[in-house]
C-alpha cells in the first residue's frame, strides 16, 4: 500500500519524470532552484517562475528521489527548503527529495485504537536506546507491548540544529530529523509497532520556529509577527493579511504525518503560545480538516498541551464524541501527586500546597485543579472542566517537561520516597484518565533526563548562560558555584547522561518497579478499560477526610462503580469501617490492614459491576 501527502509547496515527485518545486517566498522578486547532481558535486541553477501571491514554481526533469536542492535567493546564499521532507546533513544544508510512495505499507488493515484503550509512552528517540535511533527502538517494541503500552508518544522529530535536541528547536516540521535515521526507517517503527496493536503519536511544535537554521526570515517574514510574544522566539502569525498561506502549511503537516506516516495522533505543544484572534482559529481549523481528511472507522487522536486550561477544546458532541480534540495533558494534577508525594513546595508547586489532597480529589473527578481561580499571582487559570469526562486529561507522574525544565534534571523516583511513589503510581493507572509514564519509569530509572541541544557556539553560550541565570532565584542555585553546577546543555556529556541506562533495568528494584506496573496495567486493561467506552461518562465524586485521606467514586454509565480509598500522608488515619462487602477488592497497596485505620500511604480500589 502506498501513501503520500499532496502538499502545495516543495518538492513533488512527478509520475512520469522529474518532480516539481513550489516555494513561497513573497519577499523575494526572483528565486533559483538549485539541484545537486547524482554525484553530490556539481550544481546548477535553475529560474523559478514567478507567480501571483509570492509563489515560485518549476519543474526539473532530471530531479527525483534523492536529489539534493535548494533554493537561491540573492547575495550568494542558498536556503533549504521549508517544506523539506528530509534534511539528511542539517539544518543549514540542501534538502532532498523523498518520495512518499516510495516505501510499501503492510499496515493497510489499521484503524488504530479507541481513546479509551490508551496508556501512552513518552519516549525520546535519541536517549531511549544506546543507539538513539529509530531502528534501536523498534527492537523496544515487544517489551513496551508486554508493559501493556498502547500508545507511544514521540517527542518532536522536526529537524533541529546539530546532532542532538529535544526536538523543540524545530526549523523543518516535515522533515524528521536524520539523527535517528530515514524517513523510511521511521515509517518501519511505525508499522511495527502497529502490528503490535500499539499507537504512535508525535509531539508537534507549531508556535515557534527554533532559534538556528530558519531562513523563512528571509524569503518570508511574513510567517511572523510582532503583535504577539512567545518565550523561545519570534511569534507565528495566524491572523495577519498574508496568514492563509501560513495556516495553510500548519495545516498541512497535521495532514502528512496522517496520510503519509500514517501516525495515529498529534500531541500539540503549548498551544497557549499560539496566537491567532481570527475565526475560525488555527487549533480548531487544524482540528476540522482532520477530521474530514481522517477515514471512516480510523481512529486519530489530537492532543493539547495548555496552560491556560481552555476546556472549551476539549467539548463532546452529544454523542459522546469530542468535537475537537479528544484531551489535555493534566498538568494540574501531575503538580498535586508531586507535591503530595516528595513535600516539594517551591517554583509552581507553591500554588498546589495548601491542600493537595483536596486538589487531587478535584482533579480525579473535574480535570483540572484550577477551573478559572485564582493563582497566587493573582491570575485566573483556567475554564470550567467539570462537564468533561475523565477520557479529556491525560494524567502523568513524569514527563520530558517535569524532570527536564529542573535543573539537574531528577526523576521522582529519587525525590519521594518509595511507599508515596507505589501509591501515587497506583492511582495513575487505575483511575479512569488515560495514564502516560515517560521512558524508564516503568522500571523505577533514576537515569537523569537533562535539558540538551548542540547549537552554534555563540548561542550555545547564550543558553547555557541563560539556564543558569533562570534557576538563580532558587535558594540551591543562588551563588556561581551552585550555578556552574547545573549541566551545559550543549556539553555532549549532557546528552550522554540523559539515555537511559537499560542494565540498571535487570537489577531486583527495578525489577520489582517494572513488575508493579506491568502488574496494574493490566489490572486496568482487564477491570477498568472494559468499562470506559459505555455511555454516558462516568459520574464522580470525592470526599476529603484528615491528614491524607481521600476517597473517589466513578459510576460509570453501564452502572458499574470504581471506587478508591486512599491515605496519601506518612502517619495513619482512623477511619470507619465503612466498605462496600459486595465489591470486587481489585488492588491494594497492603495486604492487610488493622480495622479502624488506614496505614500510611495507603492505596485500596474497588469495582462493583452494574
Not at 186 to 209: E, P, T, W
Not at 257 to 266: K, P, S, V
Request: charged share 25%; glycine share 8%; aromatic share 12%.
Amino acid at each position: 500500500m502506498k501513501r503520500a501527502h499532496d502538499m502545495p509547496f516543495g518538492a513533488a515527485v512527478l509520475p512520469g519524470k522529474g518532480a516539481r518545486f513550489r516555494l513561497w517566498a513573497p519577499a523575494l522578486s526572483q528565486v533559483g532552484l538549485i539541484l545537486r547532481s547524482d554525484e553530490n558535486v556539481a550544481e546548477i541553477e535553475v529560474a523559478m517562475e514567478k507567480l501571483p501571491d509570492g509563489w515560485f514554481e518549476t519543474v526539473a526533469e532530471n530531479a527525483k528521489a534523492g536529489t539534493r536542492y535548494g533554493f537561491s535567493v540573492g547575495k550568494g546564499l542558498i536556503v533549504p527548503d521549508p517544506a523539506s521532507r528530509f534534511q539528511p546533513d542539517g539544518v543549514h544544508a540542501l534538502s532532498e527529495i523523498i518520495d512518499g510512495e516510495a516505501f510499501e505499507w503492510l499496515d493497510e488493515n489499521w484503524k488504530g485504537r479507541p481513546w479509551e484503550d490508551t496508556v501512552i509512552y513518552e519516549l525520546h528517540v535519541g536517549t531511549f536506546s544506546p543507539e538513539g535511533t529509530y531502528a534501536a527502538a523498534e527492537r523496544r517494541l515487544d517489551y513496551l507491548a508486554q508493559l501493556g503500552i498502547t500508545a507511544i508518544e514521540l517527542m518532536p522529530l522536526s529537524t533541529a540544529p546539530g546532532e542532538r535536541n529535544w526536538g523543540y528547536d524545530g526549523v523543518y516540521p516535515f522533515a524528521p530529523t536524520g539523527n535517528y535515521g530515514t524517513p523510511d526507517e521511521l515509517k518501519r517503527f511505525i508499522q511495527s509497532a502497529h502490528a503490535r496493536g500499539m499507537m504512535v503519536f508525535l509531539d508537534v511544535v507549531y508556535n515557534h520556529f527554533g532559534p538556528e537554521g530558519n531562513y523563512l526570515h528571509k524569503t518570508a517574514p511574513q510567517f511572523f509577527t510582532d503583535r504577539y510574544h512567545t518565550p523561545w522566539g519570534a511569534a507565528i502569525d495566524f491572523d495577519g493579511e498574508a496568514s492563509r498561506t501560513v495556516r495553510d502549511f500548519f495545516v498541512h503537516n497535521a495532514l502528512f504525518w496522517l496520510e503519509e506516516f500514517n501516525i495515529d495522533g498529534l500531541r500539540f505543544d503549548a498551544v497557549h503560545a499560539i496566537f491567532d484572534g481570527s475565526k475560525p482559529h488555527i487549533l480548531t481549523e487544524i482540528a476540522d480538516s482532520v477530521r474530514r481528511a481522517t477515514p471512516v472507522g480510523r481512529h486519530f487522536h489530537l492532543v493539547l498541551e495548555n496552560d491556560k486550561n481552555e476546556a472549551r477544546y476539549l467539548n463532546r458532541e452529544k454523542d459522546g464524541h469530542p468535537a475537537a480534540y479528544v484531551a489535555q495533558w493534566n498538568d494540574d494534577i501531575h503538580h498535586v501527586l508531586h507535591v503530595i508525594a516528595t513535600g516539594e513546595t517551591s517554583g509552581y508547586y507553591q500554588h498546589y500546597a495548601d491542600d493537595p489532597i483536596s486538589g487531587l480529589g478535584r482533579a480525579l473527578t473535574e480535570g483540572f485543579v484550577f477551573q478559572g481561580e485564582p493563582l497566587g499571582d493573582g491570575k485566573s487559570r483556567g475554564e470550567a472542566s467539570k462537564h468533561l469526562p475523565p477520557s479529556a486529561f491525560v494524567s502523568f507522574l513524569q514527563n520530558h517537561d517535569q524532570i527536564g525544565n529542573r535543573a539537574l534534571g531528577e526523576r521522582i523516583t529519587t525525590l519521594a520516597p518509595p511507599e508515596a511513589l507505589r501509591a501515587i503510581t497506583a492511582v495513575l493507572l487505575l483511575s479512569p484518565s488515560p495514564p502516560m509514564l515517560f521512558m524508564g519509569e516503568e522500571w523505577g530509572s533514576t537515569t537523569p533526563f537533562l535539558f540538551f541541544c548542540d547549537f552554534s557556539p555563540e548561542l550555545a553560550a547564550a543558553v547555557r548562560d541563560g539556564r543558569r541565570r533562570e534557576f538563580a532565584h532558587f535558594p540551591a542555585f543562588q551563588d556561581e558555584a551552585a550555578q556552574a553546577r547545573i549541566p551545559d546543555p550543549s556539553d555532549p556529556e549532557t546528552f550522554e547522561r540523559s539515555k537511559l541506562n537499560w542494565e540498571s533495568a535487570t537489577h531486583d528494584e527495578h525489577r520489582a518497579w517494572l513488575e508493579l506496573h506491568t502488574y496494574l496495567l493490566a489490572l486496568r486493561r482487564s477491570h477498568i478499560a472494559p468499562h470506559l467506552t459505555k455511555s454516558p461518562p462516568p459520574a464522580s465524586q470525592y470526599a476529603r477526610g484528615p491528614e491524607g485521606r481521600l476517597d473517589v467514586a466513578w459510576t460509570f454509565g453501564d452502572g458499574s462503580r470504581l471506587s478508591l480509598r486512599a491515605n496519601l500522608c506518612a502517619q495513619s488515619v482512623v477511619v470507619s469501617d465503612d466498605l462496600d462487602r459486595t465489591a470486587e477488592a481489585i488492588y491494594s497497596t497492603h495486604e492487610s490492614i488493622a480495622a479502624g485505620s488506614l496505614p500510611p500511604w495507603y492505596v485500596a480500589f474497588q469495582l462493583t459491576t452494574g
